[in-house]
T-cell receptor
């Protein structure tokens, strides 16, 4: 069964600290993995998109890694800021034709405290 | 601001009713996606249209339907509404040159419509 599991469910850290969010997936055939940031009550915003051949991608203070062998991804946030408080959603796509599937994780809720 | 607009922002209706949600994609984007986000299920893909034609289908109920018009705006119709249909409904758009969710196909999400069914 195609699944995307994220951990932790929620996380509280102090401003300025680093943190790492995890995403494990069982999706086949794997096409790509995306990380989204979603502020409360707003639409998700894309942070990174990675294909099978990419194992790391950065977007400012956000760095995503992908291990296609173990089917794991992580999102590392460096020097956190109050504006990083949001839900972070891992999304895995399978296939690249009319049978495309997209599976969402339930997200990690990150709270940054001053 | 992603450039994707959705109306209305909020909608409150009763069970059994029918509503229409509207989405205008970013300028130049030919593809529109609809998603449902509820507290217990998270985000779920419903359906995609590309240049007026249905392109991919996800977990869309038979009571729901969508279409994309020649000016590329899209509408999501929800009928015989149930309490469980209360959710945030997002529209996203992309250029969609190739597969619906391939790595070259970044999607830009609108602000969503919050539907409450009483």
């Amino acid at each position: 069964k195609n699944q995307v599991e994220q951990s932790p469910q929620s996380l509280i850290i102090l401003e300025g600290k680093n943190c790492t969010l995890q995403c494990n997936y069982t999706v086949s055939p794997f096409s790509n993995l995306r990380w989204y940031k979603q502020d409360t009550g707003r639409g998700p915003v894309s942070l990174t998109i990675m294909t099978f051949s990419e194992n790391t991608k950065s977007n400012g203070r956000y760095t995503a890694t992908l291990d296609a062998d173990t089917k794991q991804s992580s999102l590392h946030i460096t020097a956190s800021q109050l504006s990083d408080s949001a839900s972070y959603i891992c999304v895995v796509s399978a296939g690249e034709n009319r049978d495309d599937k997209i599976i969402f994780g339930k997200g990690t809720r990150l709270h940054i405290l001053p | 601001d992603s450039g994707v607009t959705q109306t209305p922002k909020h909608l409150i209706t009763a069970t059994g009713q029918r509503v229409t949600l509207r989405c205008s994609p970013r300028s130049g984007d030919l593809s529109v996606y609809w998603y449902q986000q509820s507290l217990d299920q998270g985000l779920q893909f419903l359906i995609q249209y590309y240049n007026g034609e249905e392109r991919a289908k996800g977990n869309i109920l038979e009571r729901f339907s969508a279409q994309q018009f020649p000016d590329l705006h899209s509408e999501l119709n929800l009928s015989s509404l149930e309490l469980g249909d209360s959710a945030l409904y997002f529209c996203a758009s992309s250029v969609a040159l190739a597969g619906a969710f391939d790595s070259y196909n970044e999607q830009f999400f609108g602000p969503g419509t919050r539907l409450t069914v009483l």
